[in-house]
Nanobody, 124 residues
Framework: QVQLVESGGGLVQAGGSLRLSCAAS????????MGWFRRAPGKDREFVAR???????VYAESVKGRFTISRDNAKNTVYLQMNSLKPEDTAVYYC??????????????????WGQGTQVTVSS
């Protein structure tokens, strides 16, 4: 069982920055792909970014060039640096991990462990 705890959300003005963190309670964290998702009010859960165990990253088109996903395996933590924030980035942000190590999840259903979420609100 992997437990994920997000932090770092808050209220920021458009154009501002936030850094989200997700701490994982698993000793083999370095072997897991980690993902960030978000859910805005009235909308479906949306993929944001993914970082594999070997460091490869993928981003949604809507955040490419503004968001950066990274990981610190020594701290069992994955980060999401969000710059140039827009009101449409307002959502609850979740980190997620698949059940097995060294997997390349594609869909939300491919992720088995989810954090409780952290609210990000961007004012115009």
């Amino acid at each position: 069982q992997v437990q994920l705890v997000e932090s770092g959300g808050g209220l920021v003005q458009a154009g501002g920055s936030l850094r989200l963190s997700c701490a994982a309670s698993v000793s083999t964290f370095s072997s897991y792909t980690m993902g960030w998702f978000r859910r805005a009010p009235g909308k479906d859960r949306e993929f944001v970014a993914r970082v594999t165990w070997f460091g490869s990253t993928v981003y949604a088109e809507s955040v490419k060039g503004r968001f950066t996903i990274s990981r610190d395996n020594a701290k069992n933590t994955v980060y999401l640096q969000m710059n140039s924030l827009k009101p449409e980035d307002t959502a609850v942000y979740y980190c997620a991990a698949p059940r097995e190590e060294q997997r390349l999840p594609v869909r939300p259903l491919d992720y088995d462990y989810w954090g409780q979420g952290t609210q990000v609100t961007v004012s115009s």
